[in-house]
């Protein structure tokens, strides 16, 4: 297999790994409105989130990453208050708690979706214009 043909396949695969993740993030969001009442404001960031991702804004990756670190840390503390007796919920919160370490870690760390955040850059993370020239004074 050539190098273009290996960077193309991990191009798709990074695609299908994002656009996977932006999918289940909006999908959780919604079906937690319809649970326990998250509010629209969490919808409206998420599908924004989302899109920013489908749109490679690399930026945007990076936050995602930390955010689902830091909702892993709340999800495990409400996973460890909930009484054992409330096996359902602490299901769910264990699941959503692995969820977001794994799509964490494949953000950060697949070759996949490197590939797709480099490959093909967006506008949106790209540098506009020439790059600085250093000017001199005269004085």
Not at 84 to 89: I, Q
């Amino acid at each position: 297999m050539s190098e273009r043909d290996e960077s193309a396949r991990l191009y798709q695969k990074g695609t299908t790994i994002v656009y996977t993740i932006a999918i289940v993030n909006v999908a959780w969001v919604i079906l937690s409105m319809l649970l326990i009442g998250t509010h629209i404001f969490s919808l409206i960031i998420q599908i924004a989130l989302s899109i920013a991702l489908c749109l490679k804004v690399n930026w945007v990756r990076w936050l995602v990453v930390v955010g689902s670190a830091i909702l892993v840390l709340l999800s495990l503390f409400v996973y460890w208050r909930v009484p054992a007796s409330d096996t359902v919920f602490r299901i769910i919160q264990f699941a959503y708690s692995a969820y977001l370490f794994a799509s964490a870690i494949i953000l950060a760390c697949s070759r996949s979706v490197n590939e797709f955040f480099k490959k093909g850059n967006s506008k949106h993370t790209q540098r506009k214009g020439k790059p600085c020239k250093k000017t001199t004074s005269h004085n």
